[in-house]
Structures are given as structure tokens and as C-alpha cells.
């Protein structure tokens, strides 16, 4: 056209700026504007407006704010493009701002305002997940009359949903007029993202009770609800109303099914549904690859991961984030290796989050070193790396190196979030270090965190194991927020310095509020009758652990029981309780039961405790020293000449004392 000699005017240069925002060609949006500039056309409202959207598509927003400030005039049609290049590039408080200065700078505001605007700046509030604007806005949208308009009805919808107030949700959705299938998978969609199943199948049926008919949107939705299920029975309901419809073949309902099936631990059902997809999205191949992760079933991940590159399908950051997961789940290192070779070829473990998953893989197989190098590689670390690094530390048991790493987080100005605190926290807790405990604990006071649950359970944790279980109680009571982790610390604090009746009260009060006990609660309280010699109540809270609550016995309760038993003298029951155990091959708690005999001079016992500890671990210098003392007990001196012969010729020594102390510079 200028090869020819004709000019462009505005709506020509209008066109194709339009072209141009479609197409993302930053660089030729550039020289567009430019030469609109040279051609005196930035004065045109719409062409100016054009710029807007098209430097919002390119994602150079400052330019589009820069090009919105120098207009000597703007009307609604400019407003509303600065205002929904803000939202859509999730600059939501910017759009908010820009809305408000809207309504108090200008008189004629009301003009400029349409139900594009509203639902622009009714999307800002739901991804700000600011309730009271969105509720002004909705407000104006009723005495505007715009809140009948159905685009901006959704918005409202959206609004509610996002922000948490489901209440607010449904009673506008029911006073709605005009419910289109869009209004229907939004408040679907609020239920679903709530995790309210029951809610949003009622509304699913009473969709269908209207004679409108569900599309893709509706079924992703409610099969997404569907996977919150402790099983795939519901899942597989909405499954066949698919196929009865016919959306099986549509990529995000079948990624949709994957994703519930995963979820589900139906393994099997999701890769069914994977192979029935007609066609598959990197999406689809990434849900089975979670799916296998999600189950610790790494060599089918990889499997599913070599067809991908089979089919030169392009690897995302997800893809690998699922590998790393199913490696570290299934303690899978050399594959893990593999995989982290495949992102250094790919360019992909730069990623902050790629970087993230490797550290905590490496973390779960125990290389501590080279989670420490996949921490220092993470380019932009954020308040995940850290976390994870000295977590695999404290994990690892390296808190020397984890409270460094923690001193560096903090002399580098890298804001420190609960779980970071709470992992350093129990790194010292391990030493029973109270000096540098109450500097960490003055730390989370002054950074606001003291509140959170995961750093007061860590720091009832911390002041128990240091001895200071009164500093433990009083972070306990002033939590204004308590989970069963938090009640455990505490309990566990209480048996841990013989404060017996004050953790079997502590256990009444957490059965009172409905709590429901886990394994930690039962191995605290059993300690705790351990220490008060409670046999009759051991047995019992031992019998409601099993019976009532259903949580079968660990080797942690067994050894508790045992030693319980065994220091009261029931050394013929705990010997008995052993044998009928899963645990009867475990040479730590014959070892305890062996004690307990030394102490009453059960013979008969000691002895075939003696004989299951020698027979698991032939070397125990403990099991001979008991031994020993038992026949000089009985004056049976040739035995015990032999019980010594037998701890040189197998080398074994007594094994020497170790102890921790705090020295104070």
C-alpha cells in the first residue's frame, strides 16, 4: 500500500494495530507506533486505544500506561482499555486504582462506565480476593441496573466465588434472571473450588432439571469435584454421562477424568482414560504423569514421560516437577539422576520451581550434597528454596549447616515464611540448644509468625525437649489457632519430662473439642504411662488406640508398652505382647525387654530376650554386659568370665557416653 503511494489514515492504521495485537509482534507494534506518531494520528481516540490493547497483548503494559498518561483527552472506550489491560495482565490492584480515580476525579464518570468496565474491574477483585470492593462495585452494578446484564452477572458470580463467600454466591446466582450455561459453571466452579462436592453435584442435577445441557466447562468442573471422593464411585457416575453425551473426546474433559482417577488412586481407570483420548495435550500426558507420582509409582511415570519425548511432544516445567515428585516418593535416585539430566539438556532447571523439585528429591534420597548444589544453582530463589534446603538439612540431621544457611537467608534480606522458622526451630530443638531457641523465637515475634501453627507447634517442640515445658505450655495457650500437630507437641512435651497426669489431661481436653487422635497422640500418651508406671491405663488407652480409633499399633507403641510393662515389673506379659507383635524381629525393643529383666532378675526371660537380641544382632555389647551382670547376680562366675570372653573375641566394647553442652561466647 506505501510501496503504491497511498497513505493510511485511522482506520486503517486501526485495522492493523488490531492485526498486530493478535499476532503479538511486539517489534512491529513498535514501529506502528511510531509512525502514527510521524502521521499526527495518536490524537484519534480509537487508533490510541488500539496501541493500548495491542502493548497489553505484548505484555508491555508500561508502555500502554505511559501512552494512557500522555493523552491530552480520553474517552470511555480508552478508559476501559487501560482498566482491562491491567486485570488481564494481573495487575489487579492497578486496574482497581484506575477504576477509582475514574469515579472521583470525573464528573461525567457515569458515562465512561459500561458493563465492560464492570466486569474488568470485577475480575480484578476476585484475583485480588478483595471482598469489600467487589461488593461497592456490585453496589453501583444494582443501582446502574447493570447487574442484570448477564456478562456482568458472571463477573459478580466469579467475584463471590473467588473471594470465599459462597453465601453471598448462591443468593445472587438465584435471584439471576437470565442463567445462561456460563452463569451455571461458574457457580459449579465456586462450589467445586471450595471443595464443595455435595453443592455442586445438587446443582449439576438441578442444570439438567432445566432442560439447558452441560458442556466441556460443566464436566471438567464437577469431575474436578468428583476427585475430592475418598473413592472414583462418583467420578465414574459423571464418567458415563460423558460418554452418554459425548464429550469423551474433548481433550480437557478427558484430562479432567485423568486428574479424577489419579486423585482417586485409580491407576488403572486413568490410564484407561488416557488411552481412549482420540487427542492429548501435554496437559493430559502431565495429569497421568502426577497420577503415577501422586502414588509413588515412578517406573510408569518415566514410562508415560518416554512417550511424550517419543511423540516430540515439547517438555514443560510440569512434566518434570511429576518425575521428580514420583522419584522422591519412590526413593528412585538413579532415575531421579536421569531426569535431572533431562532438564539441564532442556534448559528447564533453571526454573525456580523445577529447581525447588530437584532439591527436595535429592533431600528424600539422602543426598544432602547434592541437594546443597541444586540449591545454589535455583537462579531467583524464593521463599520455597529455602524452605526446602534447610529442611532437607534438619531432615538429614546437618542443623549445624541449616541454621547457617538460615543466618545467610537473613543477612541477604530473603524474608523467612513459617516453614523456614519451623525447620530451623527444630534443628536447634535436636541440640536442646535454649539460647539460640529463644533468639529463633524472638526472630518469629518480631517477623509476625509466632501465630502460625506450624512455627508454634515447632517452638512447643523446641521448649520442650529443652527441658522448659512451662515456655511450651504458654506458647501453646497463646496460639489463637491450634491443629492435632499442635496438640501433639504438647502432649509429647508433657511425657517427655514426666508430666504424666497433666498429658493424659491435656489428651481429655483434645477429645472433648472433637479432635481426633492420631498415631503421635497414642505414642505420647503411652509414654506418659510409661513414666508413671500407669499400667492399667496403658492397657486401656493402648486397647481404645486399636479398637476404638482404628489406628493400628507402630514399633513406636510397641516399645512403649513394652517398656511400660516391663518397668512394672510384667515382664512375662511384655514378653508375650512382643511375640504376637509385627514386630517381633525388631532387636531394639528385646533389648528394652532385656532391661526391664535386669531389673527384676527375671532369668527365665532375660535369657530368651537375650538369645532374640544376639540372634539379630550378634554384636551387641549390651545384650553381654546384661548378661553378665544377670550371672553375677546368681554368683554364677564361670558365666560370666565366658559372657566377657565372648565381647573380646567378637571386639565388642562398651559403647562410651556422649553428651551436648551450650557454651555461651
Known amino acids: 500500500m506505501r510501496r503504491a503511494g497511498v497513505e493510511p489514515n485511522e482506520t486503517t492504521f486501526s485495522a492493523i494495530i488490531t492485526v498486530c495485537a493478535q499476532s503479538i509482534n511486539k517489534r512491529f507494534g513498535l514501529g506502528l507506533h511510531s509512525l502514527v506518531l510521524r502521521k499526527g494520528y495518536l490524537k484519534q481516540l480509537f487508533v490510541s486505544s488500539g496501541l493500548i490493547v495491542m502493548y497489553s497483548k505484548c505484555d508491555c503494559i508500561d508502555n500502554a500506561r505511559r501512552l494512557f498518561d500522555e493523552m491530552p483527552e480520553r474517552d470511555a472506550v480508552v478508559w476501559n482499555s487501560m482498566i482491562s489491560a491491567y486485570s488481564q495482565n494481573g495487575l489487579s490492584d492497578e486496574a482497581f486504582s484506575l477504576f477509582s480515580r475514574l469515579t472521583r476525579d470525573f464528573s461525567e464518570w457515569k458515562t465512561f462506565v459500561n458493563d ?37 452477572g458472571g463477573a459478580i458470580l466469579d467475584m463471590y466465588c473467588k473471594c470465599d ?9 438465584d435471584e439471576m434472571g437470565n442463567q445462561d450455561i456460563v452463569v451455571w459453571n461458574t457457580m459449579i466452579g465456586g462450589y467445586t473450588q471450595n471443595n464443595c462436592v455435595e453443592e455442586a453435584v445438587e446443582l449439576f442435577h438441578q442444570l439438567e432439571r432445566t432442560g439447558l445441557s452441560p458442556n466441556d466447562t460443566t464436566f471438567s468442573s464437577i469431575l474436578k469435584a468428583s476427585a475430592v471422593m475418598p473413592d472414583s464411585t462418583l467420578g465414574k457416575y459423571f464418567h458415563a454421562k460423558t460418554l452418554k453425551l459425548g464429550f469423551l473426546s474433548d481433550v480437557f474433559v478427558g484430562t479432567a477424568l485423568i486428574d479424577m482417577y489419579s486423585k482417586c488412586l485409580a491407576m488403572d481407570d486413568a490410564e484407561r482414560a488416557f488411552r481412549g483420548m482420540s487427542y492429548r495435550n501435554l496437559v493430559s500426558y502431565n495429569a497421568l504423569v502426577n497420577g503415577y507420582g501422586l502414588t509413588g509409582q515412578h517406573q510408569n511415570a518415566l514410562r508415560i514421560y518416554m512417550e511424550l519425548r517419543i511423540e516430540d511432544r515439547r517438555t514443560d516445567c510440569c512434566t518434570l516437577i511429576g518425575l521428580f515428585f514420583s522419584c522422591a516418593a519412590s526413593h528412585a535416585f538413579l532415575e531421579g539422576v536421569q531426569v535431572h539430566s533431562h532438564s539441564i539438556m532442556l534448559g528447564l532447571n533453571l526454573d525456580v520451581a523445577v529447581g525447588n523439585s530437584i532439591v527436595s528429591f535429592y533431600s528424600s534420597c539422602g543426598s544432602v550434597d547434592c541437594a ?156 506418659a504411662c510409661s513414666h508413671a508406671g500407669l499400667v492399667q491405663e496403658g492397657r486401656h488407652y493402648f486397647k481404645e488406640m486399636v479398637h476404638h480409633y482404628g489406628i493400628p499399633a507402630s514399633i513406636e507403641h510397641y516399645t512403649c508398652m513394652v517398656n511400660l510393662l516391663g518397668r512394672a515389673g510384667y515382664v512375662e506379659e511384655a514378653e508375650k505382647l512382643l511375640l504376637h507383635s509385627p514386630f517381633s524381629e525388631e532387636p531394639g525393643i528385646w533389648r528394652s525387654l532385656l532391661a526391664s529383666c535386669e531389673v527384676y532378675e527375671n532369668f527365665d526371660v532375660a535369657f530368651r530376650a537375650a538369645q532374640h537380641c544376639l540372634r539379630l544382632q550378634p554384636n551387641d555389647s549390651f545384650v553381654y554386659t546384661i548378661l553378665s551382670n544377670l550371672h553375677a547376680a546368681k554368683r554364677l562366675w564361670s558365666e560370666v568370665g565366658m559372657a566377657r570372653d565372648s565381647m573380646k573375641l567378637i571386639g565388642a566394647g562398651k559403647e562410651p557416653g556422649r553428651s551436648w553442652i551450650e557454651v555461651r561466647d
Open 116 to 152: 465492560f468496565t464492570l466486569a474488568s474491574v470485577l475480575s480484578a477483585c476476585a484475583k485480588m480476593g478483595c471482598l469489600k470492593s467487589g461488593e461497592s462495585v456490585h453496589n453501583y452494578a444494582v443501582k446502574t441496573g447493570f447487574d442484570s446484564n448477564v456478562f456482568v
Open 165 to 173: 463467600s459462597l453465601d453471598s454466591a448462591r443468593c445472587f446466582f
Open 372 to 527: 546443597v548444589k541444586a540449591f545454589e544453582s535455583i537462579k531467583g530463589k524464593n521463599a520455597i528454596s529455602w524452605a526446602g534446603i534447610v529442611s532437607a538439612l534438619v531432615q538429614n540431621n546437618d542443623g549445624e549447616k541449616a541454621l547457617k544457611l538460615f543466618c545467610d537467608m537473613h543477612k541477604l534480606s530473603e524474608r523467612t515464611d513459617e516453614f523456614v522458622s519451623s525447620s530451623v526451630i527444630k534443628a536447634v530443638a535436636t541440640w536442646a540448644a535454649t539460647e539460640q531457641g529463644r533468639h529463633l523465637h524472638a526472630h518469629v515475634v518480631r517477623m509476625g509468625l509466632e501465630n502460625k501453627i506450624f512455627v508454634g507447634s515447632a517452638l512447643i517442640d523446641m521448649y520442650s525437649k529443652c527441658g522448659l515445658v512451662e515456655d511450651a505450655w504458654k506458647v501453646f495457650s497463646e496460639m489463637p489457632e491450634k491443629n492435632i500437630v499442635s496438640w501433639n507437641s504438647m502432649v509429647m512435651g508433657y511425657a517427655q519430662n514426666g508430666f504424666s497426669s497433666d498429658a493424659l489431661s491435656l489428651y481429655q481436653e483434645l477429645k472433648d473439642g472433637r479432635l481426633l487422635p492420631t498415631p503421635v497422640t497414642f505414642t505420647g500418651i503411652l509414654l
